[in-house]
């Protein structure tokens, strides 16, 4: 059974770096063909593609949020994990990380809601 | 980026009721699209991938169809269960990128 947790700060001021962590199980980002993606929801509204990161460490980020993404993974304490720098009220959302195995996110985290707010 | 344009916004059936939704994307997707249920509070939750493969444990009555930059998700009886948003996604070419859903309700 494919199990994924989002954790992160909840709430944060503009200007400071967002760190957030998804915690997996019933999958390992070490076998050939699995990935892991960054997704985020403003509230009522719809669905922004943030990162991928691959088993082979290969990484994708969406250019939109020009430099301010990191995607990294630790395989051995199944976590994959996204930070966002110079953060601010725009950013605001439910982050939701995924596992991906092809064109799709087969398997969603029950999601983090993320303020930022002065 | 290809954008992805979704109809209608919103819509509401009767129980029973065949529904459809289309996407179309700006550019030939070669049947790189997902759909994607999203019930209030809850995380969105894949239903179709590659345009009309059905994803485990997703009832029959759903599927998907479509090609080149045109595509649609059927749902062939609506049901009260099947109140929700509908997001579709295109997954040929970064950024991945999605529709701006379809708001679903019981009539």
């Known amino acids: 059974q494919v199990t994924l947790k989002e954790s992160g700060p909840g709430i944060l001021q503009p200007s400071q770096t967002l760190s957030l962590t998804c915690t997996f199980s019933g999958f390992s980002l070490s076998t050939y063909g699995m990935g892991v993606g960054w997704i985020r929801q403003p509230s009522g509204k719809g669905l922004e593609w943030l990162a991928n990161i691959w088993w082979d460490d290969d990484k994708y980020y969406n250019p939109s949020l020009k430099n301010r993404l990191t995607i990294s993974k630790d395989t051995s304490n199944n976590q994959a994990f996204l930070k966002i720098t110079n953060v601010d009220t725009a950013d605001t959302a439910t982050y939701y990380c995924a596992v991906t195995t092809r064109v799709s996110f087969d398997y969603w985290g029950q999601g983090v809601m993320v303020t930022v707010s002065s | 980026d290809i954008q992805m344009t979704q109809s209608p916004a919103s819509l509401s059936a009767s129980l029973g009721e065949t529904v459809t939704i289309q996407c179309r994307a700006s550019e030939d997707i070669y049947s790189g699209l997902a759909w994607y249920q999203q019930k209030p509070g809850k995380s969105p939750q894949l239903l179709i991938y590659?345009?009309?493969s059905l994803q485990d444990g997703v009832p029959s009555r759903f599927s998907g169809s479509g090609s080149g930059t045109q595509y649609s998700l059927k749902i062939s009886s609506m049901q009260t269960e099947d109140e929700g948003v509908y997001f579709c996604q295109q997954g040929l070419k970064y950024p991945l990128t999605f529709g701006s859903g379809t708001k679903l309700e019981i009539k």
């Open positions: 590659g345009a009309s």
